[in-house]
C-alpha cells in the first residue's frame, strides 16, 4: 500500500513514545526509518522498527539515553551509546563536536554501546548541510567474506561522505558489501531471488536465495579493494571506538543481544582550508554535462538520485507492503 | 636485466644529487621509487624518475624545498609545498604533525604545490610504525572516467590507510581506478596488452591497447561505488588543499608543468581511543585462517603480498628493462 511521510512518521514516533522515548528522540529515530524509505532504501527503512521496539521492550535499547562523552583530547571524544538508539548518540555527538571542530579544525568522535544507525547519508548530509566535512563509518555483525574467503567474518561497514558545496551538498553512502544485508533482507521479504555474485550460501557455494545468503555471506564490491577498505573500516572502528570485531558484534539485527558495534564520526571544517566551495559547485555540474556512456544517461553525482526519489516520494507518497504497515499501525496502538 | 636495491637506490640518489638535491632529500626520494620496486608496483618505480629529474631541470621541481607550514587551526594545517619533491614535503608534513597528534588525538595536513607522492603504502606504513593511524589521500590528472561516463573527469584517486597492530602494521593503498595510470604506463613500456574493462579510448570505446587507453580513460573500480569513493577523494582534498580539480590538474606524469595536484594526510592517535591493538592482531589472525574460496591460498590482508615480494626483491635483486637502466645509469652519471 501507499503512505504519506507524514502518516508513517506518526505511526513510527507513536510506537516508539509507547516505549518510553521522549518525544524528540522517538522524532529522530522516526526521521531516520522514514528518511530511508523516501530515499527508497527500504532495507534501512521501517522493516528495522519491529525488531528495535522488542529490543527497548527487552531493555537492549534505552530510548532515553543519549551517551556519555569522554574527551580524551581536545579533538577526540570516546563516546559510550549508553545503549542509546542510533540515530539519538549519533547526532548528540555531531553536537557535542559543533564548538570544537570550529576551534580544532578537525574533531573525531568514537562510539560504541549504541543501537542501530541506520542510514549513514543522515548523518553526512547534517554535517555537511551545516558547513562541514562529516565523514561517518560504522561496523556491523560478520556479513561478508574476505576477497579470496568463503567465511563471513567482516561487517558490511558502510562509509558515508558528506561535502559542502554551494548548491546541494556531495553526499556518499556506500556499503563496503556488494550490497547491505537489509537489501538482502529486503528481497527476502518480498520474495525476490537476489543476482547472482551478491552471496555466498552457508558451504561457500555462490546462491541467489535470499534466505540461503542470510545464512552465508555476502561479497565485498570491487573485488580486493573494496574488501580491503571494509577492512581498514572494521580496523579503524574497533580500536578508536572499543567496539567488537564482526565475528563478535551483535545487536544491530536481532532483538536477543546488546549491539557490541562501534560508530565513527570524523569532522572537518572546509573554512579552514585553502580551497572555495564555488570550485567544486563548478566541477560537479561539468562531471553532470560530460559524455555519457548510454545517450540520455546523464552521468550522475551520488546523492543526486537519493534527492530525486525523495522530491517523487514527498508527494505520491511511500510504497510499503501491506503486512508491515498494518504490523506497525498494532505496534503504535499496543 | 636484475639490480640491487642498493644499486638501484645509488643510481637514483646520484641523479638526484647532481641535479642539486641535498643528500637526504635525495636519499628520501629514491627510497619511495626503490621501495615501489621492490614490492613489485614498477609503476611507481624508477620509471617516474627521469621525468622527475627533466622537472628539477627545468624548475618544476625544487629538490631543496620541504614546503611552509600554516597552521590554520590546533589540528589543522595547510602547507605550501613550494615546489618541493612529494616524498620531501609528505614527509616533513608528518614531523610537523607529530606533537599535535600527539596533543590533539587527529590531525589533518593538506598540501599543494609538490611533486608526485609515489607510492602512497610508504605514508601510510611509516605513520603506523610510529604507533599513528595514518590516512593519505591525494589527486592526479583527469585519467578516470565517472560511472555511467566516458571521459576522464576525475584523478585516479588514491587513498592509503595504515593501521598499528602488535605484529605488522595493517596496510592499504588502493587508486580509485580499476588501475593506476602508471601501470597501464607499465604495459605501454614492456609492449603487453591491457584487459577489457580497464579503460575506453579516445572516442569512448573499450580498448585493450595501453597506448589508445593513455588517451582515453580508466574505469573506476567498483563500479558506482568506487567512482563516489573516487569523487569524495577529489573533492575533500579540492576543497582543503585548495589543489586544482582534475581537469585542471597538471605536472605528475609531464615535464612542461607546475604540479597542481593536491595532497592529504591525517594522523589519529589509537592510545586515545577505546580498543587494543591486540585484538585487531588476533582478527587478523583469524581471518588468515578462515576457510578460503581456492584450496591452498589463503584469505590474504592488504600489504601481506607486498611484504612478501619485498623480502624476495631484496634477496634475489629487482627486474627493471635494460633500457630504463641504462638511461638511468647514463643520467646518474650526466
Known amino acids: 500500500m501507499r503512505a504519506s511521510a507524514d502518516q508513517l ?18 522524532q529522530l529515530q522516526a526521521e531516520l526509518l522514514v528518511e530511508a524509505e523516501l530515499r527508497g532504501l527500504s532495507s534501512h527503512g521501517l522493516q528495522r522498527l519491529p525488531t ?13 539515553a543519549s551517551g556519555i562523552c569522554q574527551w580524551q583530547r581536545p579533538a577526540l571524544v570516546n563516546i559510550d551509546g549508553e545503549r542509546g538508539l542510533g540515530p539519538v548518540v549519533m547526532m548528540a555527538a555531531m553536537n557535542e563536536l559543533a564548538s570544537a571542530v570550529s576551534s580544532c579544525g578537525i574533531v573525531i568522535a568514537a562510539i560504541r554501546n549504541t543501537n542501530h544507525l541506520g542510514m549513514l547519508a543522515y548523518y553526512a548530509e547534517a554535517a555537511a548541510m551545516a558547513g562541514r566535512i562529516g565523514i561517518v ?54 520474495n525476490e531471488p537476489i543476482p547472482v555474485g551478491w552471496a555466498v550460501d552457508a558451504t561457500g557455494r555462490p546462491t541467489t536465495d535470499p534466505d540461503a545468503a542470510k545464512l552465508g555471506a555476502i561479497a565485498p564490491f570491487g573485488g580486493p579493494k573494496g574488501y580491503g577498505l571494509g577492512l581498514a573500516i572494521e ?28 560508530d565513527v564520526l570524523i569532522l572537518i571544517d572546509p573554512a579552514a582550508g585553502a580551497g572555495s566551495t564555488a570550485a567544486l559547485t563548478c566541477y560537479l555540474e561539468s562531471l553532470r554535462s560530460s559524455c555519457p556512456a548510454e545517450p540520455g544517461r546523464p552521468v550522475a553525482i551520488p546523492g543526486d538520485g537519493s534527492r530525486t526519489r525523495r522530491a517523487e516520494a514527498l508527494s505520491a507518497g511511500v510504497e510499503v507492503p501491506d503486512a508491515l504497515f498494518h504490523k506497525l499501525s498494532a505496534l503504535a496502538a499496543a
Not at 138 to 158: F, I, R, Y
Open 9 to 26: 512518521r506518526q505511526i513510527a514516533v507513536a510506537s516508539l513514545e509507547q516505549r518510553g522515548a521522549p518525544r524528540h528522540n522517538a
Open 52 to 64: 528495535l521496539l522488542k529490543r527497548i521492550e527487552r531493555g537492549l535499547a534505552d530510548p532515553r
Open 137 to 190: 563509518m560504522s561496523t556491523s555483525e560478520a556479513l561478508v567474506h574476505p576477497h579470496g574467503g568463503t567465511k563471513a567474518m567482516l561487517g558490511t561497514n558502510p562509509i558515508a561522505i558528506g561535502i559542502p558545496t554551494d548548491a546541494k551538498p556531495f553526499v556518499l553512502d556506500l556499503a563496503t558489501s556488494i550490497v547491505s544485508m537489509g537489501r538482502i533482507h529486503s528481497h527476502a521479504l518480498r
Open 235 to 262: 580496523l579503524l572502528v574497533a580500536t578508536l571506538a572499543g567496539s567488537e570485531m564482526a565475528p563478535d558484534v551483535r545487536g544491530t539485527l536481532d532483538d536477543t543481544d546488546p549491539a557490541t558495534k562501534g
